[in-house]
């Protein structure tokens, strides 16, 4: 028997989606099936569409942990001067 294994994108290995309107029915049918909204945006890689948990609309903004923490001095006693 043969299954089905879908393109995936190379920077993020999601699922590739030729066009909006495929994104759109897969994510309806998530809905459907599993009771998870899902939305749809264009990736800026490899330019095909995807679906994501997090409503791309929302003020929310990823920031990786390690940029999170403003950088410093590592010596030790150092005070960062005042503007």
């Not at 929310?60 to 001067?81: A, D, E, M």
Request: aromatic share 14%; net charge positive.
């Amino acid at each position: 028997m043969h299954y089905f294994v879908p393109k995936r994108c190379v920077e993020s290995n999601k699922i590739m989606y030729h066009d909006e309107a495929t994104a759109r029915r897969a994510a309806d049918q998530g809905w459907r099936e599993r009771g998870t909204e899902l939305w749809v945006y264009r990736c800026g890689f490899c330019g095909t569409w995807h679906l994501t948990h997090r409503d791309p609309q929302s003020s929310y903004t990823y920031v990786p942990l390690n940029q999170q923490i403003k950088p410093h001095s590592r010596k030790k006693g150092y005070k960062p001067r005042r503007k």
